[in-house]
């Protein structure tokens, strides 16, 4: 399996960090050495002093696809569920002034800590499901999908016309505004809607 993620697809991240708004979904990825699971703790690397936050929905590919059109985009996942973007924000800084990709920044062990799963069929409406990031019981990251840039299906439009999706994959489809540094001892509760699916500490 592979993890595709999404960059820059809610303006007010866009702005928060002063980046360019793009015309078209920005695509990294990161490997499966990057998934943490069942709510296990992340161990912050010495190697970053900076490691930022950055809370997403997560979409669960079900069958395989390349060249999917727009309009059939719906029918390649049947779940919602949430994660983390963990972000080494200094060593990407480094990469970015230098022009250099940044997957060390991104891709690291441990970077995208992934909640439990919903059926896409708990939700009414795909384009208004709300989401949010608590860290130790304070309210940080708050985010809606009518808020996206790019929607879910644009975005897997998008990126079967480069990597051929394949069942189990997942899609981080990116970061509403909030994002900031995790420190040790800190305590990440991540909720769709009004349910806790992710919850884990920093250590």
């Known amino acids: 399996m592979k993890i ?9 991240h866009i702005e928060e960090l002063n980046n360019e708004r793009p015309d078209s979904p920005v695509v990294f990825m990161k490997p499966d050495t990057a998934l943490l699971k069942d709510n296990a703790p992340f161990y912050h690397p010495e190697y970053s002093d900076n490691i930022h936050h950055e809370v997403e929905l997560v979409l669960k590919i079900n069958k395989e696809g390349k060249y ?12 919602i569920g949430i994660g983390i973007d963990f972000t080494a924000r200094d060593l990407q800084q480094k990469c970015k002034e230098k022009g250099l990709p940044w997957e060390i920044a991104k891709a690291f062990n441990g970077s995208a800590p992934l909640g439990q799963f919903k059926p896409i069929s ?4 795909i384009s208004n499901i709300n989401f949010h990031l608590d860290i130790n019981g304070e309210r940080r990251q708050t985010g809606n999908t009518s808020l996206l840039l790019f929607s879910f299906d644009v975005i897997i439009s998008y990126v079967s016309q480069f990597f051929t999706l394949k069942t189990g994959d997942l899609i981080y489809t990116g970061t509403p505004a909030g994002v900031g540094k995790v420190n040790i001892g800190d305590r990440l509760e991540a909720y ?5 699916l992710l919850d884990f500490e920093i250590k």
């Not at 999917?68 to 779940?79: C, L, T, V």
């Not at 769709?192 to 806790?196: N, T």
């Open 192 to 196: 769709v809607e009004d349910e806790k």
């Open 122 to 125: 708990d939700f009414p409406d």
């Open 4 to 12: 595709i993620a999404i960059g820059r697809n809610y303006a007010a």
């Open 68 to 79: 999917i059109q727009q309009q059939f985009a719906h029918k390649y996942y049947n779940e």
